[in-house]
């Protein structure tokens, strides 16, 4: 996690390059919350007592922020985004995905089957190998490994 940095000659929380972008990405991925000294709030303790330490589901919240507002970016790797979120900022995330994303390509690595859904294309790994590949619907389709893996999941939210 960041500092504040310098910014316009003023200490200030800037997750990103302007304050423009840093206000726009709290506010689009649902990181509005009370802090002690608003926009010049530190992130930490280290440097300031006020500083506020952020739980893992908040860390994970900007960092996915920051993606969000990298938009020079071709590219996206997000390695298990939710793992620390809770069930409904998890599915706030999904339903945002798209345009979080933009027009850039992106890699959803995840264990959590259930997040593959809105993916256009899943790739399917075992023993180090890519072993099927397609869309959700296909794959559950072809009832191989990952219809397989899929329904283990799916099992413990049924009854």
């Given at each position: 996690m960041g500092f504040a940095q310098k910014y316009n000659g003023d200490d200030s929380l800037l997750l990103f390059n302007s304050r423009k972008a840093t206000k726009k990405c709290i506010r689009n991925l649902g990181l509005i919350m009370q802090l002690p000294k608003q926009y010049q709030?530190?992130?930490?303790?280290?440097?300031?007592?006020?500083?506020?330490?952020?739980?893992?589901g908040e860390q994970q919240k900007i960092a996915l922020a920051r993606t969000y507002c990298k938009t020079q970016s071709l590219i996206t790797i997000l390695d298990e985004p939710t793992s620390a979120l809770d069930p409904r900022a998890e599915y706030a995330l999904y339903?945002?995905?798209?345009?979080l994303i933009g027009a850039r390509t992106a890699f959803f690595i995840s264990h959590r089957l259930a997040s593959t859904k809105f993916c256009d294309k899943i790739a399917v790994i075992k023993d180090k190998r890519i072993c099927e590949f397609g869309s959700h619907a296909e794959?559950?389709?072809?009832?191989?490994?990952?219809y397989t893996l899929y329904n283990m999941q799916a099992s413990y939210y049924q009854q």
């Open positions: 709030t530190f992130i930490t303790k280290q440097f300031d007592e006020e500083g506020v330490e952020f739980s893992g339903q945002e995905f798209n345009d794959l559950m389709q072809g009832k191989g490994y990952y």
